[in-house]
């Protein structure tokens, strides 16, 4: 059943990126400016909440309760921002890649300094959602064939299959199917993703509520009296999850991780106009919170099953979804639905940052479309970029894989606030004053910021017992922002 799932899910894929997609860099960059804003604003869904979202929230439940909510609460705030502030920024200057805005703002120098980081944070946290996405199914392809395999025409599939096999295979389906028409094709098929992955999280709801001997109602009001349905931190201020660091840091991370991402930008410039693409950031901003809201109640609903069948909890929260999955206990549905929705969430995290980090390096890096070169010329290099990133993201994940590591989400948050703080302050200095920095300063104050703010979070926390949160990434920018303001002037420039 599993294997007919996923051959059924890429065969549909791959239609429908072949049908949406277009060849050319207009299509690939920008989509051709002709996305409806309402399949962008829902594929944008399956985008930001990625597989970490589908195998990992649930799981967080174990130690901070429901209190991710207060994020979530924060990141409708960011979008209102970055649909209010920044969208008619990039609309107004055309923008193909949002870091041009630095070149014409700076100069080439800060230009190239927020591409960069863009690039840099961008691998590292995609290849970590991408690590925790594959491991997770290569473990459903093992426990199927441990139930007895897989059947194909007689022939019998099964034995083990390496994390680097796993992850090539499917960073090859990606490139094959994103290859021509990148952004134009990836709206659609973003579409997809999202539907496959909400519905395979709504089956499989449903399937722990039927095990509890609940309709819906029920199960929501067993969530509401549970005691980690708790949402709300007011009383330790020393907490990482005290409320308004919590939703401050929603509010700053939407912000960066969406209105200064190009990954995220993409789609949204593919809309025909402004408002078009307002009213699509407006409308992720919305339905994030009652997504998030069902992940974490499927997260306290499987701790109750947990209990109802005597399992031990797993070690990791991350694993709290898939040990259940796992132990047949929810049937081969289930195991079909959380890998076809593993797949999906894989699939529509790596293909965007895949596309994201190659418009980035061909527009920001090489400068492919200001040098005169052919469209033959400029379609054969932007091939070889999109080649070689495939290849540097294999790389990345393989030495995740290597390292290894628990709470990958919580990582990938901390790594948002520490490379994403320079972009963070360059575009909010541009936005805000009048004033433009020495541009060949730009680069040692951007990596002299996420420095001094780890050294400042260590001595804190060794002389006050204060550890800093996602919220060092406001600390980041302002660093950043003060930094450009001493070695400024007073321009006419807007």
């Given at each position: ?27 690939f ?20 909440i ?50 041009t805005y ?14 960069s ?20 199914l ?71 509520c ?39 840091s ?9 209105g ?21 950031m ?17 997260g ?12 031990p ?19 081969q ?48 290099l ?28 919580d ?27 020495q ?15 780890y ?40």
């Amino acid at each position: 059943m599993v294997l007919i799932v996923l051959i059924g899910y890429f065969v549909l894929l791959w239609t429908v990126s072949k049908l949406a997609g277009r060849e050319g860099n207009d299509a690939f960059f920008r989509g051709n400016r002709q996305s409806p804003w309402g399949l962008v604003a829902f594929g944008m869904v399956g985008a930001s909440i990625s597989g970490l979202t589908f195998i990992g929230v649930p799981g967080w439940v174990m130690g901070i309760d429901m209190t991710y909510m207060q994020m979530c609460l924060g990141f409708v705030f960011g979008y209102l921002l970055v649909a209010f502030v920044l969208l008619p920024v990039y609309y107004r200057w055309g923008l193909t890649s949002i870091y041009t805005y630095l070149e014409r703002r700076f100069g080439a120098t800060s230009y190239r300094t927020g591409a960069s980081f863009f690039i840099l944070s961008k691998l590292l946290g995609a290849a970590a959602k991408f690590y925790v996405v594959v491991r997770i199914l290569q473990m459903c392809v093992e426990a199927q064939w441990m139930q007895g395999g897989w059947s194909l025409g007689g022939w019998e599939i099964g034995g083990s299959v390496s994390y680097g096999l796993m992850a090539l295979f499917t960073l090859l389906f990606i490139w094959l199917y994103t290859r021509r028409g990148g952004i134009r094709a990836l709206v659609w098929t973003d579409v997809l993703q999202t539907a496959v992955l909400l519905v395979a999280m709504l089956l499989i709801l449903v399937e722990v509520c039927s095990l509890l001997n609940m309709d819906m109602g029920k199960a929501l009001v067993a969530v509401w009296h549970d005691s980690h349905s708790r949402m709300f931190e007011f009383g330790d201020m020393a907490s990482k999850q005290y409320f308004w660091k919590q939703f401050l840091s929603g509010i700053f991370i939407v912000v960066v991780m969406t209105g200064l991402d190009q990954d995220m930008m993409q789609k949204n410039l593919t809309c025909k106009n402004l408002q078009a693409a307002q009213k699509d950031m407006c409308m992720s901003g919305v339905l994030f919170v009652p997504v998030n809201f069902l992940f974490l109640s499927l997260g306290v609903l499987l701790l109750m099953l947990y209990a109802q069948t005597g399992m031990p909890l797993p070690e990791n929260g991350d694993d709290l979804l898939s040990g259940m999955v796992f132990s047949g206990v929810l049937g081969q549905t289930a195991l079909a639905l959380f890998t076809v929705g593993v797949v999906a969430s894989a699939f529509s995290s790596a293909d965007s940052a895949l596309t994201a980090l190659t418009t980035c390096f061909c527009v920001d890096i090489l400068g492919i479309e200001r040098k005169g070169v052919p469209e033959e010329a400029m379609v054969s290099l932007r091939k070889k970029v999109h080649l070689a990133m495939m290849f540097a993201f294999l790389l990345c994940t393989l030495a995740f894989n290597a390292i290894g590591n628990h709470g990958v989400m919580d990582l990938i948050y901390t790594l948002v606030s520490y490379t994403y703080g320079p972009l963070l302050g360059l575009f909010a200095f541009g936005l805000f004053t009048k004033r433009k920095p020495q541009d060949k300063v730009v680069p040692y104050l951007a990596v002299a910021s996420p420095v001094v703010c780890y050294l400042t979070d260590v001595v804190v926390y060794a002389s006050t017992g204060y550890k800093f949160g996602y919220e060092i990434l406001m600390l980041n920018g302002l660093l950043t922002f003060v930094g450009l303001w001493a070695g400024s002037r007073r321009t006419v420039t807007s």
